[in-house]
């Protein structure tokens, strides 16, 4: 063996220590422009007045950039899945988030093109706002999206990412107990070191180069190629190297904006976004809002789930309904519940848009779930580990849609956290294995699931 | 004004109230010194001002005139890595690597003032930086076996399709 086992130093190592590695603000090009945004100021409005006039006419000031100057507007981050758009790359007559990109300008320095932002004139009437999702079902919440307060479009039409297995209300008449709790992660913002920037070349035959910290290179040149309306190979994405990312940089952010400021000026633009900006408006992981209602019996099995989630997306849809997808597939976690009624809302908030951050859509049901069933532990006077290897997935087990698990390692997993945490477990539960359910782990309730879920 | 930067004395044109990181990336284009916060608060903009580690962002070049200043590109190069920089290869304490060049500054003005291999001492050497995606832990191990000068069975740093490692090195 030459490898396995072995400490192969790392690809980039040398370059890292040496300063060598050419991260995207390292790149140098010749008579490049810097740009700066104008943002809005406040959460929710109606522009009704935009004059970039005293800008345009700055000394210095080589482009100006609003909705006017973008071939297509509105491009979804899942239109290529067929889904409708509804975030456009510059707010046209509505801000539905601070901090949401109005124009962009590019000049000779970063503090001209700042002056400029300065010189544009802007004006707002201030719309009522939605921070909370639980707000967004209230009546009288304010209507805050094109849309309405959730996404519509799962599967088509349908409002909403659900579940349904076994049978829910059979589960809940059987139960011995009913233990319900709500749980509400907050936002978090990703703090790559490497703030969001791009830069772009135009090349003298026509084409754009794009330096770029993506982390999803094809997709951002899908979504370039889509709102400049041009074919891709007009355009050359130049990426891999990534200043931290974390999720955060998946969004495609910068690189549209500067290529149009770059095309408009016909010269190089760098648009790096200050720490403020990164902190303000960069996406960030979602705040969430998870009621989990489950019937268990009191020697600790879960006969049921009855679950609600709504996923708070910021003012734009995004990625969302993806990491919700995720979510709900994940909603049972570690454990197998036969009997499920899910459902899971993505809702709009005049937030900043959310995104990907390390297990999209899992972390949030994962902290759910091992709560709860640590409340589930604590309320029938059960050790919380052996209430976990009860429940914990077992080969032929099936998950929340329909997958039957092949090789799950939930049991060795609870069994090495219970012996980190210097927990002693009862013979029976020490030596729980992850094969097929038998004996005392196949109770009436999981019989079913074996006979009928098979795929 | 001018700077004696790696050893070498440049002249410089940037207006007096210009940071030193902006007069390093964009005039001299020196671009180890990482733009992170340009507000003190992530020290990725580090070097050594007259041999001791300074935030270049928030350092105007006026306030350094004549002075020495050190970034990664004057410690070794890739065929002749510092100890330092060596010790940060093997233990993989780089990984997106955006804090590394400021953090072997760092950690070389620690070993030039004779730091221990002590890991709380050394976290104190290097609490003024910020990294996102170690946990930090690899990088205090590097320095540790910097300054003991620990060797490693990772005997080849330069990557190459034909490398063969001898496995079972220190963990």
């Known amino acids: 063996m030459k490898v396995v086992g072995a400490r192969l130093p790392r690809y980039d190592g040398v370059g890292h220590v040496t300063g060598q590695t050419q991260y995207v603000d390292d790149v140098r090009v010749q008579g490049m422009l810097w740009a700066k945004a104008l943002r809005s100021p406040v959460h929710h409005a109606k522009i009704t007045h935009l004059d970039t006039a005293k800008a345009e006419a700055m000394s210095g000031v080589h482009a100006v950039v609003t909705w006017r100057d973008v071939p297509l507007l509105e491009y979804g981050h899942l239109s290529a899945l067929g889904i409708p758009a509804d975030e456009p790359l510059l707010a046209k007559d509505t801000v539905r988030y601070m901090g949401q990109p109005i124009a962009l300008v590019a000049a000779d320095d970063e503090d001209t093109a700042q002056a400029a932002v300065n010189a544009i004139e802007v004006k707002f009437e201030e719309l009522p706002t939605l921070f909370d999702v639980r707000n967004a079902f209230d009546e009288g919440a304010p209507k805050i999206h094109q849309w309405g307060n959730w996404y519509p479009h799962f599967e088509g039409d349908m409002d909403r990412r659900q579940i349904r297995k076994g049978n829910i209300e059979d589960a809940f008449d059987r139960a011995d107990k009913i233990i319900s709790g709500v749980y509400r992660p907050a936002a978090?913002?990703?703090?790559?070191?490497?703030?969001?920037?791009?830069?772009?070349?135009?090349?003298?035959?026509?084409?754009?180069?794009?330096?770029?910290?993506?982390?999803?290179?094809?997709?951002?040149?899908?979504?370039?190629?889509?709102?400049?309306?041009?074919?891709?190979?007009?355009?050359?994405?130049?990426?891999?190297?990534?200043?931290?990312?974390?999720?955060?940089?998946?969004?495609?952010?910068?690189?549209?904006?500067?290529?149009?400021?770059?095309?408009?000026?016909?010269?190089p633009v760098k648009w790096r976004w200050t720490r403020?900006?990164?902190?303000?408006?960069?996406?960030?992981?979602?705040?969430?809002?998870?009621?989990?209602?489950?019937?268990?019996?009191?020697?600790?099995?879960?006969?049921?789930?009855?679950?609600?989630?709504?996923?708070?997306?910021?003012?734009?849809?995004?990625?969302?309904?993806?990491?919700?997808?995720?979510?709900?597939?994940?909603?049972?976690g570690a454990y197998t519940i036969p009997n499920l009624h899910f459902d899971g809302y993505v809702v709009f908030t005049n937030r900043t848009p959310t995104t990907a951050m390390r297990g999209f859509g899992v972390t949030s049901i994962s902290f759910a779930v091992e709560t709860h069933l640590s409340r589930i532990a604590d309320e029938l006077g059960l050790d919380p580990y052996e209430v976990r290897l009860k429940n914990a997935n077992r080969i032929n087990d099936t998950s929340p849609n329909r997958i039957r698990y092949t090789d799950p390692s939930s049991v060795e997993v609870i069994q090495a956290l219970s012996e980190a945490a210097g927990g002693e477990l009862a013979p029976a539960y020490a030596g729980a294995t992850r094969a097929p359910r038998e004996g005392e782990m196949l109770p009436e309730h999981l019989i079913g699931q074996l006979k009928t879920e098979g795929h | 004004m001018n700077i004696v930067l790696n050893g070498v004395t440049v002249a410089i044109k940037s207006p007096p109230l210009a940071s030193l990181l902006t007069v390093l990336r964009e005039e001299l284009n020196v671009t180890s010194t990482k733009v992170g916060c340009e507000q003190g608060g992530c020290g990725a903009c580090t070097a050594l001002v007259n041999g001791k580690p300074q935030r270049t962002c928030l350092t105007p070049i006026a306030a350094v005139d004549g002075a020495s200043v050190t970034t990664v590109e004057g410690l070794g190069d890739s065929d002749h890595l510092t100890a330092v920089q060596q010790s940060f290869v093997n233990h993989y304490a780089a990984q997106c690597g955006f804090c590394t060049p400021a953090m072997i500054i760092a950690a070389t003005a620690y070993l030039e003032g004779n730091g221990s291999s002590d890991r709380e001492e050394i976290e104190e050497a290097l609490k003024g930086h910020t990294c996102r995606c170690t946990g930090y832990q690899k990088i205090v191990s590097a320095v540790a076996a910097a300054v003991a000068e620990t060797t490693f069975d990772l005997t080849v740093t330069t990557p190459s399709p034909n490398t063969v490692i001898k496995s079972g090195g220190q963990t």
């Open chain 1, 188 to 267: 978090i913002e990703h703090v790559p070191l490497e703030t969001q920037v791009s830069l772009v070349v135009p090349e003298p035959d026509g084409r754009l180069t794009i330096y770029s910290c993506t982390q999803a290179l094809y997709f951002s040149l899908a979504v370039v190629a889509a709102h400049l309306e041009v074919p891709m190979n007009r355009i050359k994405i130049v990426g891999g190297t990534v200043g931290g990312g974390f999720g955060g940089k998946v969004d495609t952010a910068t690189e549209t904006l500067t290529a149009l400021a770059a095309m408009k000026a016909n010269r």
């Open chain 1, 276 to 332: 403020e900006e990164e902190f303000l408006v960069s996406s960030t992981r979602a705040p969430w809002h998870m009621e989990i209602i489950d019937a268990v019996t009191e020697d600790g099995w879960i006969l049921g789930r009855k679950m609600l989630t709504l996923h708070d997306s910021g003012a734009y849809a995004r990625f969302s309904p993806y990491g919700l997808t995720k979510h709900s597939f994940h909603h049972t």
